[in-house]
């Protein structure tokens, strides 16, 4: 079992988090607020490579469709932003369990692979305008400020709590999957998929299902990203991204929730810190990728961890 | 871990607030540098850099502005959105008054509303419709509107040469294929006849499928709108395959790198653009690309940096004209210039801070790499 | 007719390249289950190190073939040994670890190596100087054909079936293999899993490296970020031949080459990549483990 760090760590940063905004300038607090949104989506990418099992490399696409349904349905039909959520995360979800079909046929790399190939047909489709509806290459601009209960969420900071909310939100959720029965069996499968085959386990569906969930999290983060930019665009949802994601969750720990916001925070904070390398810090960050996998190769915070 | 976690914040704090000491000096006037210091298109963001911090030294070796040193602040936005959005944030905490800057359209878009929000002026030679449409008053693009560029293009195909078939290639970045669409809508309104609209991947290199697919079109020229690094080998690739039509490029395809990659296939090759840093005639060009020379050792890498360069140059003027800092007041000094001298020619912005007033010029491409300019012709 | 054939040779040029690149992946996955995705990086720098070799000792003027070979070998050398020193720094450590460790220090060496070419070289597009090579132009059937890509066509092919004689019919190549299979059983045979793991990183990059001067000398401009460009595709080409799979690698890439090719030209150059890949996707339906990949259930 995991010990009670690994449990509730994720929690206890959470509660940390919350003090942020008192102590960071305006551009500091966006980082974080950003941090929030990503860990969202790497969370949700942790539900299918880490519990799940499956090399998905095309994460980026169910983050993009959230965006995108955030942004065209505020955009083009002025739907408020909180009522596009829902719909965000249900399309994601679908499109989730629609490319799941053919690629939980597939095993480990070609799946990789496969994922990847979703990944660069989802990209090319927004770039081409489809449906006349995600605005070619420019993508979406001009989103509305959220509005919550008649308040307006203009501020960085309103725009941080509303994202580490969300957060909050996902994190419970991830602990509950770890207790429930849908997360037990995720586990079985990926230990041994024989096995649980022969103990009653629908492998299709429980990895199907597996998708659709980490899709609809993943839209669920679009929406967000999408009002913290304001814009959305093709560029944000490319396969790099996707293999940004796929690395926060190895980098942090699979299966586990501190080891994922420690993921996010190293992929995505750190090169914030680099900016005063200038041209040097992708250099550096590479290395510093390397460093890690050879000093810590289970992840920053492993969900079983062999020593303290 | 939390131990960790605690000393990285305290680190974070303690980037967040530089300079907190030097409060002695009156302080200085702050100008921000939102570019793509890495990733794909670094040469074009650090070439940005550079020219903003060269103008900002020659100003400080003459005793600065209104009595304050000018610094510079720069954020790397890689030509991404979200990273220009934390970059808009980051330099509007920094406190500049202006930014100079991005490259790219997108990162440009991205970051805009964020600055006008806080009342920050941006000038980039982005050039997407959609920096316009919202009617920013903070924005300055500092580069030609597609729109000019597209009606000079379209005049210059149908009505100068007589093309009378004619392909459109483009990559899918938002800067390029806003260019081409204009460009064919352009050439559709002089009755020009657009055979086909073909896309390429932009540095896949291989763009012999497409360019076979137009030479069984029989086309008679050939418009490409992307990247130089494309357009000379889509150049080489129409002389390797035998395509008679003559190529014609969009601005971004000008570098003098044209010319060394598509080889003895480059001359012929037709390119719009306003001239060239190493072309500019005006004294005030010559004398900054030798500045920049000197100091970097190195050409700038294309006319962006001069376009860029004359945002830094306005600003620096409105600062000085109106002997303030104050947002609004520079905001209407640049909205209401007669003229300002640019680098890059004479140039007004009108309300929607579009550039107004840009000598487009068609170059052919010598057989010794040299340009020739072929319309409007010279004297 | 004309048209047909002209895009089955874009096709080839292009796949020949693709082909050289997805060797060096599969063999790597082969013997380590390690996707390399610092792999397209280091073919690139193999470009890089010719091009200062060429422009060095060059002088820039009218070059004989041996001093295009001398780029070649010295592109090899260098390569090769960062191949080696990759292998020992990055990925020697993780053997043991989740094999996923190994792809992640992978990307980071991908990072490192693409922004090291940044800051050695710059970020701008290095020229190659024109005239290396003979500029004929053969005209086949409405078709032409460059003698570069006649090159490339037929360099790929002896190099592909040198590697293939080399793995299947050498006593070091029957020690690859046992090491494919199984890494301790191989090594109770009493054969040098270090040294085969090691030749593996000299033969990959040491082919890559020539993939990526091809890339270099017919295109004649290389830039920092092109080794993920292609690095990706070669890794798909393995993917889609079946990965640790020599001739798969070689049909792969090819097929790659002539998908593109034939997408761009007869379908739609506007979804060009997206119809390969759905192309790609299709394949991998029919086939779950590439077009010659092996039914074996996977160790995870």
Redesign the interface.
Known sequence: MQNLATKYGGALLWIVGLGLPLALNDAWVAIAAMFAIYSVVALSEDIILGRGGMFDMGHAVYFGIGAYVTGILNVNYGWPIFATMPVAMLLAAAVGALLAGPLIRLRGDYLLVASIGFNAIFVLAMQNNLLGLTGGSDGVAGLDIPRLFGFQLASQNSMFWLDWVVLGLVILLMNNLDRSEFGRTLRYLKQDELAATMIGVDPRKAKTLAFALGAAVAGLAGTLFAVQLSTVSPSSFVFTESVTLFAIVIVGGQGSVPGVLLGTALMFVLPEVFRGLAQYRYLVFGFAMILVMVLRPQGLWPRRRARA | MLRKIGTSVAALLALAVPGAAAMAAPSPIKIGVQAPITGAYAVEGQGIEKAVKLLAEEQNSKGGLLGRQIEVKVCDDQGQAAQAAICARQLVNDGVVAVIGSYTSGAALAAEPIYARANVIQTSDGTSNKLLARGYKTWFGNAAPNSAEARFTADYMVNVRKFKRIAVVTDHSSFATGLADAVEANIKSDHGNVIDKAYINAGSQNFTPVLTQLKSLNPDAVYFSGYYSDGALIKAQMAQLGVKAVFVGGDANQNVDFGKIAGTAAAGAIIINVPGPEQLPYPAAKAFVAAYQAKYNQAPPSVFTLTNADGMRAVLQAIEKTNSVNPGKLEHYLHNMKQFDGLTGSFVWNAKGERVGSPFTAFEVQADGSYKIVYPAAG | MG?FI??MF??L??GGIYALIALGYTMV?GVMRL?NFAHGDLCILGAFVGLTFITSFGGGGHLGAAMVIFAFVAAVLVVAAAGVLLEL??YR??RK??R??????A??????????I??VW????S?FP?GLLP?T?YHIAGA?I?FVQVMIIAVSFVLMAALYLFVNHTRFGTAIRAAAIDQDAARLMGINVNRVIASVFVIGPALGAVGGLF?GIY???V?F??G??YG?YA??AA?LGG?GNIPGAMIGGILLGLF???????LS??????IT??L??GI??VR???ILGERVA?K?
Do not use: H, K
């Open positions: 048209t002209q895009q874009n096709g040029t292009v996955y996707i720094a990055a450590p993780l670890a989740d996923l460790a190994a792809v992640v220090s990307l980071g060496a991908s990072m490192l190596i693409e922004n090291g940044m800051l710059s970020p701008q597009v020229v024109s500029t132009t032409s460059s890339v295109y004649r401009e830039y970020t092109m993920w460009t990706l890794f798909i993917i990965i593109n090719a034939f997408a761009a030209g007869y150059s506007s979804w060009q990549d997206a890949f759905a790609l996707i991998l339906l779950p483990t590439g996977e995870v």
